[in-house]
């Protein structure tokens, strides 16, 4: 059973950057598609970028694209997320997840992905 762990989230201002990291325990991080998902209170979450078992395809979603970056270290089992130009709507909490199946990255749908991890809160203040 994989374990993803999310760290990074915390308090920052309007404008300000931030990088996610996500660890995932296991032998078959090099095999899945990763992505970050994000869920503001009281609403739904959605997926914010996914990226490719080999790191040659990413996927943004429009309220992003341009801002947040997703990348992947094979040999650090490690997906993140570079968040720049945040914004008070970005406040949400934060999750990786893994998809075994659907490895090119192109699943957007939270029931699509396999594992996830604990999650981490993101708070931007403006």
């Known amino acids: 059973q994989l374990q993803l762990l999310e760290s990074g989230g915390r308090l920052v201002q309007a404008g300000g950057s931030l990088r996610l990291s996500c660890v995932v325990s296991?032998?078959?991080?090099?095999?899945?598609?990763m992505a970050w998902f994000r869920q503001p209170p009281g609403k739904e979450r959605d997926v914010l970028a996914s990226i490719a078992w080999n790191g040659d395809k990413t996927y943004y979603t429009n309220s992003v694209k341009g801002r947040f970056t997703i990348s992947r270290d094979n040999a650090k089992k490690t997906v993140y997320l570079q968040m720049n130009s945040l914004k008070p709507e970005d406040t949400a909490v934060y999750y990786c997840a893994a998809d075994k199946y659907e490895v090119d990255g192109t699943d957007s749908k939270f029931y699509e992905y396999d594992y996830w991890g604990q999650g981490t809160q993101v708070t931007v203040s403006s």
């Open positions: 296991g032998d078959t991080f090099s095999s899945l598609a």
